[in-house]
């Protein structure tokens, strides 16, 4: 079976302009996260949904924002890019309710974002 | 509120020996405490997780972490490292909010 995927692998854009990172859950998980990993630290959480509905944001901007579509797949999107935005963001997918409420999440690849 | 406190930004050990990789933890609520590991340009695979019941947990590749509630402490260890574990292994603490990550320990397998 296939894990999380995420694509583009890799993007480079410049400051000003506009992204979106594309997710496909693992088949048969309803929920997907988003999480931000500049370099050197650790994952940072920026939404949760779970059957189409945010069920979570983290302290990002207005300039971030998600959506998730009936195939459970997600688009997360980022106006006005900055420098500071340049990390690699991270697609986890839970199966279920009750695993969303652990946190046990499986995570994608990843896509590298570069904004010069 | 949570928080995750990983000791030692890099941990060296030699090939075959003890590998222990500390994280200490705050949570308000019972935590949920996870370890993953992640390599070179991937993505973050889970290594181990603490629910609930025992608090002796075993994972993939050989590596386990006990959760010490009184120390607050989820510390990962691996009793031989080889040299395929170098790697970046996190800590992360759930409660009833999403995943807080610790900042990482780097982990250098020498021959």
């Known amino acids: 079976d296939a894990g999380v995927t995420q694509s583009p692998t890799h993007l480079i854009k410049t400051r000003g302009q506009h992204v979106t990172l594309r997710c496909s859950p693992i088949?048969?998980?309803?929920?997907v996260s988003w999480y931000q990993q500049v370099l050197g630290q650790g994952p940072q959480f920026i939404f949760q949904y779970y059957e189409k509905e945010e069920r979570g944001r983290g302290n990002f901007p207005d300039r971030f924002s998600a959506r998730q579509f009936p195939n459970y797949s997600s688009e997360l999107n980022v106006n006005a890019l900055l420098l500071g935005d340049s990390a690699l963001y991270l697609c986890?997918?839970?199966?279920?309710?009750?695993?969303?409420?652990?946190?046990?999440?499986?995570f994608g690849a990843g896509t590298r974002l570069s904004v010069l | 509120a949570q928080s995750v406190t990983q000791l030692g930004s890099h941990v060296s050990v030699s090939e075959g020996a003890l590998v222990l990789l500390r994280c200490n933890y705050s949570s308000s609520v019972p935590p949920y405490l996870f370890w993953y590991v992640q390599y070179p340009n991937q993505g973050l695979q889970l290594l181990l997780k603490?629910?609930?019941?025992?608090?002796l947990v075993k994972g993939i590749n050989g590596f386990e972490a006990e959760f010490k509630k009184s120390e607050t402490s989820f510390h990962l260890t691996k009793p031989s490292a080889h040299m395929s574990d170098a790697a970046e292994y996190f800590c992360?603490?759930?409660?009833?909010?999403?995943?807080?990550f610790g900042k990482g320990t780097m982990l250098l397998v020498s021959p």
């Open positions: 986890a997918s839970s199966f279920s309710s009750q695993e969303l409420a652990k946190n046990i999440q499986y």
């Open positions: 603490y629910t609930t019941g025992a608090t």
């Open positions: 992360a603490v759930s409660g009833y909010s999403t995943l807080t």
């Open positions: 088949s048969g998980h309803k929920s």
